[in-house]
């Protein structure tokens, strides 16, 4: 028997990791999917990387816009149409599970541009309203114009090649697993919000860890001697592919040029305020 | 109800089956040691001394082979090892991720495959190693929890290195892992982790099914208490007749996972995936939370099953309490509220003891 344990156990393992290694060598056979920049806006070193010196891996964090963004200002939500095809069947005073479905991200395209130009229209709104006031509005623009991520969810639904088909520019759309929520917007009224991704951060093999561990010592270090944690103008842009599964790797990491006028809210530069208000 | 041999010990006993021989005959002669001061019963010295021999030679046996505990006082450093052994593997399993941890970030792909595919290999070796060198499985047992540690570390570290979509049936290899180290060796703290795994790879297919993502599934109740009667349905399925120790382990797992889920539901019935309205889902749990645990009462004292008995009794005091909570707390005297809290224990307690006595008039042989 325990010869047969030995051996069965020893069988269990290799085909658990022969399975789990297949799987990825399936996602990166042939084209991927999707191959797209982005920069330190939509890919960030995670608080942890930095403080916690205990764990010498590196992943970075993906990050999109969802509705709490700037100051609970979100760009459009998912139709109604799209979460029946979801499976949802939304009634008021109803609370339904999420449901797992094919996202569709796009980068720094018409959304983006559309909720910037929305945005900025609120806060010209706002400051003709209080033209005097203390604490101007529209701080939250600024960051979002200079460090917000500006992948936003356009589409999402449960047929990857049909999402595919509309959506076909492989180097401005993702195409990836996520999880929607439904939520009622105003009495009635439902949409649907991506509120994860089935992978939210990327590994960061020791190939391409030079230029960001370099910027996590120095981002340590700064934190050592200065009490801003304000960092606002991204510091390098990585490819990142994206195969069959929707599972993405890092391609290539670069490091890009420091702006010569630093931005507002960066460490020369004050903190900006909050983007619910100011800090008073 | 299975003849034992008593001219020798049988050679296809389990250790717990040995030990409750041993306790037996140590019972025995202590019986006979009273009765013989009391002057009730008197064996001539030849029989006497027959029946001493026999069992010298049983103990001796017994102890060679299952390395079972014939004094009181090996029996309380047995539980001391168990113990160590426990906190043991625990200690290790966590600095092998924290060692992991701390260095995989210097090492390339390959490296950082390879190590994650060997060590839960290694350690399975070890533990094969350590039960054939000592009887007791106690390191046995502490390096077979490493290996399922390891086991936890390779599946979890692969899928963040290659950006996994993470999947519920990563819980179902351990869960198989746990098992195989388990049946291989006797042991019941990795079956105990791996029937954990099983209970919530269970949970996790029943939302999947529907379309949930099975992190979400875990977060209804009624998915636990489907998980928790499938693995008690595994030893009615599959019959231990030779490990008794382990079929108890999915008797007390799953019976937990029943409770404790309808405890849950009946705490917070918005948690219900069940299409009723909040009241019907309050009485429905309210009354499941009293007569679920009553039946798993019934059954136990039937199957002379102590521990589920004693399990079940601890999640109906729970509901109670919980209920009079619910009912009392905010308009009645809080004296009056606790002094009913109080006799209810002393109720409790009276019937804890019946149970008790009952189950003992079960246990004893006719």
Redesign the interface.
């Given at each position: 028997?325990?010869l047969?344990?030995?051996l069965?156990?020893?069988a269990?393992?290799a085909l658990?990791?022969a399975a789990?290694?297949a799987?990825?060598a399936w996602?990166r056979r042939g084209e991927p999917d999707a191959t797209i920049t982005l920069t330190e806006r939509e890919l960030q070193i995670p608080w942890g990387a930095v403080n916690d010196e205990?764990?010498?891996?590196?992943?970075l964090q993906l990050e999109w816009n969802v509705r709490w963004s700037a100051g609970g200002r979100a760009p459009e939500g998912l139709p109604l149409a799209t979460l029946r095809e979801?499976?949802f069947e939304p009634r008021v005073g109803r609370?339904e599970?999420?449901?797992?479905a094919w996202v569709v991200m796009e980068m720094d395209g018409e959304a983006w541009q559309r909720w910037v130009a929305k945005r900025r229209r609120q806060v010209e709104e706002e400051r003709r309203k209080e033209p005097d006031s203390d604490c101007p509005p529209g701080s939250d623009l600024e960051q979002m114009l200079v460090s917000g991520s500006r992948l936003v969810v356009v589409d999402a639904g449960r047929d990857r090649e049909a999402l595919r088909r509309r959506h076909p520019d492989r180097s401005r759309y993702l195409v990836v697993?996520g999880?929607v929520d439904a939520r009622e917007v105003r009495p009635g009224v439902f949409e649907g919000l991506v509120s994860?991704l089935?992978?939210n951060?990327?590994?960061v093999?020791?190939?391409l860890?030079p230029a960001l561990d370099e910027l996590v010592t120095a981002e340590r270090m700064r934190r050592e001697t200065s009490n801003s944690a304000y960092v606002d103008s991204p510091r390098y842009r990585a490819t990142v592919a994206f195969g069959r599964?929707?599972?993405?790797?890092l391609v290539s990491v670069e490091k890009l040029p420091a702006p010569v006028n630093p931005p507002a809210g960066s460490a020369s530069a004050p903190p900006p305020a909050p983007p619910d208000g100011c800090s008073g | 109800m299975r003849k034992i041999d008593t001219n020798m010990t049988d050679p296809l006993l389990s250790k717990p089956e040995a030990q409750r021989r041993a306790d037996r005959i140590a019972a025995f002669r202590a019986e006979l040691a009273a009765l013989e001061a009391g002057g009730v019963l008197v064996l001539p010295q030849e029989q006497r001394a027959a029946v001493e021999r026999h069992h010298d030679t049983a103990l001796r046996d017994l102890a060679e082979r299952f390395d079972v505990d014939v004094e009181e006082g090996e029996k309380r450093l047995s539980v001391g090892m168990w113990v160590a052994s426990f906190l043991g593997a625990t200690a290790l399993a966590l600095s092998v991720f924290?060692f992991f941890?701390?260095?995989?970030?210097?090492?390339?792909?390959p490296s950082q495959?390879a190590i994650?595919?060997a060590a839960?290999?290694v350690a399975?070796?070890l533990t094969?190693l350590a039960?054939?060198r000592e009887r007791t499985g106690t390191f046995a047992s502490l390096l077979g929890l490493v290996?399922f540690a390891c086991?936890v570390l390779?599946?979890t570290m692969?899928?963040?290195?290659?950006?996994?979509?993470?999947s519920a049936n990563a819980f179902l290899?351990w869960a198989?892992?746990g098992m195989?180290?388990a049946?291989?060796?006797g042991l019941r703290l990795p079956l105990a982790a791996g029937v954990i795994c099983l209970l919530i790879w269970l949970a996790a297919q029943v939302?999947t099914l529907s379309?949930?993502?099975w992190e979400?599934s875990l977060?209804?109740p009624e998915h636990h208490i489907l998980a928790g009667l499938a693995v008690l349905a595994v030893p009615v399925v599959f019959k231990h007749r030779r490990r008794l120790e382990l079929e108890r382990v999915y008797r007390l797992a799953g019976l937990f996972a029943v409770l404790a889920a309808l405890l849950w539901v009946a705490e917070s019935p918005?948690d219900s995936?069940l299409p009723l309205d909040l009241e019907n889902l309050k009485v429905l749990y309210h009354v499941l939370g009293f007569l679920v645990p009553a039946a798993a009462i019934a059954a136990g004292l039937w199957r002379r099953w102590g521990d589920m008995v004693y399990m079940a009794a601890t999640f109906f005091v729970i509901h109670l309490y919980a209920r009079f909570f619910d009912w009392w707390f905010d308009w009645m005297p809080k004296y009056l509220f606790f002094l009913i809290l109080g006799l209810t224990a002393v109720g409790a307690l009276a019937v804890l003891m019946r149970l008790r006595r009952a189950l003992a008039t079960r246990r004893r042989p006719s």
């Open positions: 028997m325990k047969r344990g030995l069965a156990g020893l269990l393992i658990a990791n789990v290694l799987g990825v996602n205990d764990d010498t891996g590196l992943d979801l499976g609370k599970p999420p449901r797992t697993p999880t994860d089935r992978v951060s990327i590994h093999p020791l190939r860890r599964r929707g599972e993405p790797w | 924290l941890q701390r260095f995989w970030g210097l090492l390339t792909t495959v994650l595919v839960p290999a399975f070796g094969e039960a054939r290996a086991f390779d599946l692969l899928g963040r290195i290659f950006n996994i979509v993470p290899a198989l892992f195989v180290i049946y291989a060796y939302g379309g949930l993502p979400s977060e209804y918005r995936r």
